[in-house]
């Protein structure tokens, strides 16, 4: 049974930083790209970092120079640090195998709010 526990949100000021975590089970971790995604209010889930298996790492734009993702693979863990934090930043954050089907688990999520 899958399970994927976020961490580490809530609130930060304009500019800030946020690092999240992640634990996930159920999946066979090591040989699994695996992402971080989040959904804005209002708007669809999107992702914000994908880390392969190979350790390759790709971010949207949007993200780009100011998130950085990690995983430790003897832990089922991945990180995402995030700097320079923008008010489009306000989101719930998951993290789930890339990609993912329609009817995949998602975990509960961790609310990261970013105030000015």
């Known amino acids: 049974q899958v399970q994927l526990v976020e961490s580490g949100g809530g609130l930060a000021q304009l500019g800030g930083s946020l690092k999240l975590s992640c634990v996930a089970s159920?999946?066979?971790?090591?040989?699994?790209?695996m992402g971080w995604y989040r959904r804005a209010p209002g708007k669809q889930r999107e992702w914000v970092a994908l880390?392969?298996?190979?350790?390759?790492?790709h971010y949207p734009s949007s993200v780009l120079g100011r998130f950085t993702a990690s995983r430790d693979d003897a832990k089922n863990t991945l990180y995402l640090q995030m700097n320079s934090l923008k008010s489009d930043d306000t989101a719930v954050y998951y993290c789930?195998?890339?990609?993912?089907?329609?009817?995949?688990?998602w975990g509960q999520g961790t609310q990261v709010t970013v105030s000015s």
């Open positions: 159920g999946i066979n971790f090591r040989t699994t790209t």
């Open positions: 789930n195998k890339w990609p993912t089907d329609r009817d995949d688990f």
């Open positions: 880390l392969t298996e190979d350790d390759i790492i």
